[in-house]
């Protein structure tokens, strides 16, 4: 899926300090002048329904006490800002919203992101590269659910907004993962009428919607050594839990010509990766791999996945459960079959094995390139981990 370059409005930080870039400037010199006339608090109906906009009050807003914020907060707003909740993914107001404007603090009406740094980060919560302003955001260490993280707070309302991780396609590397109960969006045609008017020349000619959608495309990867011969690629496609790291292994491999993640062995055409997550397509997150067969045999490419992947494990590998990471060959030609079922008796007779295999080999079926952030995910993030063992990859 081809998707456009994001308009970037802030850099991120070195030295300590925020570079302005493009509508960044025009962003957070507008904060100045719209101090003075921030909304109050969003809508007082359920969190996926789409806010209506508050009054404008003429000044900012103080922060109420805890009775009147139950009572202006709808409960999910409240369990969100207040008691630190989090929103089921891929089920709340924004997390697939593109429509232009500026995402507000319920409580106080500072703004606090824009249409401008919103991605698709394929988490089912509304995603940023970057606030408008860093001033209007707190960071703290979290510890809860047995792991670290960084909160991310307003700092206007001392409100709970969601997390932020390293893990961004922006410049500054930056995801700002935050719950739509905690934002009350202000769209372009709304913005001068709810005092945002200095913020417009930022979003010129983007009334309509359209927000930023991540990196830009890129072709499938081509290997390390990038040597090949004149021997026509094939391709086979593996499913053996998050694609991530078996594309990066298979990568890895001399031969390997090029390798993108997508999805395969479903129902429904074109899906997204929301839809896949939902177990109902039928889906699995698969790699397709080209190869030059005068460098790399398929049986090489068998032998690998099998090291990459628990055959006994069914519709699980490492933390990840679900039917979209069920393992599977599938196999483009009749020989690849035959070698594929081969392997696999092999394996099984070999007694190194805790089960029976489980994974399939089946006829290749439909494929579908997955979203532009899922390729080549762990070269692009080299810190972020999965269930592959790269030591497989030795001789």
Known sequence: MTRPAPHTALAGTAGGRTRAR??????????????????????????????KPAPVTGTPQLVPDDDELRRRLTPGQYHALREGGTEPPFANAYWNSKQAGLYVDPITGTPLFSSQQKFDSGTGWPSFTAPVDP?????????????????????????????VFDDGPGPGGRRYCINSAALRFVPVARLAAEGYGAFLP????????????????????????????????QEAIFAGGCFWGIEEAFARLP???????GYTGGTVPEPTYAQVCTGTTGHREAVRVR???????????????????????????????GSQYGAAIYTTTAAQQAEAER?????????????????????????????????????????????????ALDP
Do not use: N
Request: net charge negative; hydrophobic share 35%; aromatic share 6%.
């Open 291 to 321: 190869f030059d067969p005068a460098r790399v045999s398929f049986a090489r490419l068998v032998e690998l996945f099998w090291k990459l992947h628990d055959p006994t494990s069914r519709d699980r590998q490492g933390p990840d459960a």
């Open 202 to 233: 930022a979003f010129t000619g983007q009334a309509g919607g359209g927000a930023s959608s991540g990196p830009p495309a890129s072709e499938p990867r081509a290997p390390r050594d990038g040597v090949g011969s004149t021997a026509p690629a």
């Open 22 to 51: 493009g509508p960044a400037a025009v962003l957070l010199g507008a904060l100045s002048l719209a101090a003075g006339s921030f909304v109050g608090l969003g809508p007082e109906e359920d969190a996926m329904a789409e806010p």
């Open 135 to 163: 001033a209007a955001l707190r960071e703290r260490p979290d510890d809860s659910h047995g792991m670290r993280r960084i909160e991310i707070r307003a700092a206007g309302s001392d409100s709970h907004l969601g997390h």
């Open 343 to 391: 392997a696999r008796d092999a394996l099984q007779r070999s007694g190194r094995l805790r089960g029976p295999i489980v994974t399939e080999v089946l006829p290749a079926a439909p494929f579908y390139r997955a979203e532009e952030y899922h390729q080549q995910y762990l070269r692009k993030h080299p810190t972020r981990g999965c269930h592959v063992d790269f030591g």
């Open 255 to 261: 031969g390997v010509v090029a390798t993108e993640v």
